[in-house]
Nanobody, 116 residues
Framework: VQFVESGGGLVQPGGSLRLSCAAS????????MYWYRQAPGKERELVAS????????NYADSVKGRFTISRDNAKKTVSLQMNSLKVEDTAVYYC??????????WGQGTQVTVSS
């Protein structure tokens, strides 16, 4: 099982970024997928989740209305469109799945820095 995140970068407050995660090594469409983030000195936190078929999506209150999670099961990718970015969105962003309540191995993540 492997996850490769990309799309991060430096953006000004109010800007947008689109993150992507390429998954491999498992039947992608069978699993919920999650975006997490970890800011310096803080614990990893859940940002958004999406069901296997894409019909169910959930968001942390802090990003609701600004972020949109989506997936392409044919390409085995999950994306996170981030709009109206805030300084507090600065973090390393990761994607993952859960099996029996346990996460698979984490990828390297992609750094998002929101700063003027």
């Amino acid at each position: 099982v492997q996850f490769v995140e990309s799309g991060g970068g430096l953006v000004q407050p109010g800007g947008s970024l689109r993150l992507s995660c390429a998954a491999s090594g498992f039947t992608f469409s069978s699993y919920y997928m999650y975006w997490y983030r970890q800011a310096p000195g803080k614990e990893r936190e859940l940002v958004a989740s999406i069901s296997g078929g894409g019909g169910s999506r959930n968001y942390a209150d802090s990003v609701k209305g600004r972020f949109t999670i989506s997936r392409d099961n044919a390409k085995k990718t999950v994306s996170l469109q981030m709009n109206s970015l805030k300084v507090e969105d600065t973090a390393v962003y990761y994607c993952n799945r859960q099996v029996g309540g346990l996460f698979s191995s984490w990828g390297q993540g992609t750094q998002v820095t929101v700063s003027s």
